[in-house]
């Protein structure tokens, strides 16, 4: 059975940078499409990077275009997500989610996403 489960979250001041991982197990890594979401408190859960199933190119929100960076390691079946340059609006809850068949256009629904981790607390407060 395809399971998730998240590291990383903490507290972080603004401008600072965090590192989530997400372990997968119990599927072929390079087969599923992996995916970050976030949900803030009263908030809609919202797309934030993605990888397609192997080979494709990452993707990302607009709002943190530039500052996150999702990459992958088949050795230690992880999906990371670098963030730096943390603002307060990154503040939230963060979700690792994988697919095993996704369509590229379908990539930031996460109605789409049949597994889902725990999630992990990013904080950014002074």
């Known amino acids: 059975q395809l399971q998730l489960g998240e590291s990383g979250g903490g507290l972080v001041q603004p401008g600072g940078s965090l590192r989530l991982a997400c372990t997968i197990s119990?599927?072929?890594?390079?087969?599923?499409?992996t995916a970050w979401f976030r949900q803030a408190p009263g908030k809609q859960r919202e797309f934030v990077a993605a990888f397609p199933r192997s080979g494709g190119r990452s993707i990302y929100a607009e709002s943190v275009r530039g500052r996150f960076t999702i990459s992958r390691d088949s050795a230690k079946r992880t999906v990371e997500l670098q963030m730096n340059s943390l603002e307060p609006e990154d503040t939230a809850v963060y979700y690792c989610a994988a697919s095993r068949s996704i369509i590229l256009s379908s990539i930031r629904n996460d109605a789409q996403y049949a597994y889902w981790g725990q999630g992990t607390q990013v904080t950014v407060s002074s």
């Open positions: 119990g599927a072929t890594f390079t087969n599923l499409a």
